[in-house]
DNA sequence: TTGCGTGCAAAGGTTTTGCATGGCA
DNA sequence: TGCCATGCAAAACCTTTGCACGCAA
């Protein structure tokens, strides 16, 4: 849970690049997986749970349990602090899966109240609100 | 998906001796097993999901998958509707993994104001909020 | 009797672990 | 050199499915 990196290996860095140029958004194990796959690169699938765990430690990468049947989801935080979605919410649309980033003061509002009036602290990052989004409802 | 009962079996009847017996609260599949070994009732956990299954299709029971890692979570409703937790949020810690149900006025605020500035429909039943509670704060 | 319900075993999928090897510092 | 990281295989889990038998109606 708290083991961090100590050295700076060919796949470790295989992982960052796939975390830098996919940017933000979420992935799976599995996407890596078929990545590294289609690009030839030699990455075992073990080794990337175990990085992940390393960069979850380190704050780099977040966790999430989004679906609820299948795997497990991730996403890429950043060296960057504070900015990213680090203080977001997000929702998650149950017929078209999408995701959907909740920047609003009123959250930061309700974070408060939830602290103050019943004692919870709140962690946004991992928090995820389930529902039906604008585009779905209006069909 | 759309299965429902059919026939009443000593088996459906134990499951539901044991919602009612337990009254509101959170279970997984492995509790029921539990207590059926421990009771010495043989119901086959091919069953248990079976039957749950059924009872979510007739809304008498509700699933979540509040934890990340381990198995799927139930909730007893029974068949009383608009009460039980049907309206409520859950708040689960992080630390102790107790699940505390959060009813208040201002979640019915917050969900309001999601739904008209950002067009999402949330459902409370499936949403959970992560973090430290008040006891594991205090440590 | 009809056909659903049950339960064992086996498969499915994701994640973890053991152990020997390989690679960074 | 020392120790961590890797990766294969296997295990651990939770859940679903196939199939034959049993039981409710």
């Not at 380190?58 to 679906?67: H, L, P, R, S, T």
């Not at 929702?91 to 930061?108: N, P, Q, R």
Request: charged share 25%.
């Amino acid at each position: 849970m708290d083991i961090k990196t100590k050295y700076n290996t060919k796949q470790k860095q295989e992982i960052l690049n796939f975390l830098e140029s996919k940017g933000p958004g979420h992935f799976t194990v599995a996407d890596l997986d078929m990545y590294f796959k289609t690009k030839g690169i030699k990455v075992g699938t073990t080794t990337i749970y175990r990085q992940l765990d390393k960069l979850i430690s380190e704050g780099v990468v977040k966790k999430y349990n989004i679906d609820e049947t299948s795997s497990a989801c991730y996403e890429y935080i950043g060296q960057s602090d504070a900015n990213g979605c680090q203080q977001m919410f997000h929702l998650k649309c149950e017929k078209c899966g999408k995701i959907i980033h909740l920047e609003c003061h009123e959250v930061t509002l309700f974070e408060e109240h939830i602290a103050e009036h019943h004692g919870f602290k709140v962690d946004p990052m991992r928090t995820v609100f389930y529902g039906i989004c604008k585009d779905c409802a209006a069909l």
